[in-house]
């Protein structure tokens, strides 16, 4: 079993920046595609940004290129997703999610494990 935490979420302005981060405990995601997901209220949860088990190949949904960052660091069994000039239609709760069946994101939502999420809220 692979635990996953998020943490880095908060209140912040519109143009601010945020960095979330995903611990991971249980087993090593060194070799796990990652990604990261979020949904708003009354919306569906969809996807924000995913890395390959290396961190070599990123993918990001349309409306966060440019301005999010996915990365990883595998020596801490850690995700992170840097969040620059944040818009209010970002705020939603981030979940990180981890597939240990595949090393490179595959375009599904079909991940094994999930964390509990952090709040992401973003004022105009």
């Known amino acids: 079993q692979v635990q996953l935490v998020e943490s880095g979420g908060g209140l912040v302005q519109a143009g601010d920046s945020l960095r979330l981060s995903c611990a991971a405990s249980?087993?090593?995601?060194?070799?796990?595609?990652m990604a990261w997901f979020r949904q708003a209220p009354g919306k569906e949860r969809e996807f924000v940004a995913a890395l390959n088990w290396s961190g070599g190949r990123t993918y990001y949904t349309d409306s966060v290129k440019g301005r999010f960052t996915i990365s990883r660091d595998n020596t801490k069994n850690t995700v992170y997703l840097q969040m620059n000039s944040l818009k209010p239609e970002d705020t939603a709760v981030y979940y990180c999610?981890?597939?240990?069946?595949?090393?490179?994101?595959?375009?599904?939502?079909?991940?094994?494990?999930w964390g509990q999420g952090t709040q992401v809220t973003v004022s105009s």
């Open positions: 999610a981890a597939d240990p069946y595949r090393t490179d994101y595959a375009g599904t939502s079909d991940y094994n494990y």
């Open positions: 249980g087993r090593s995601i060194t070799t796990y595609a």
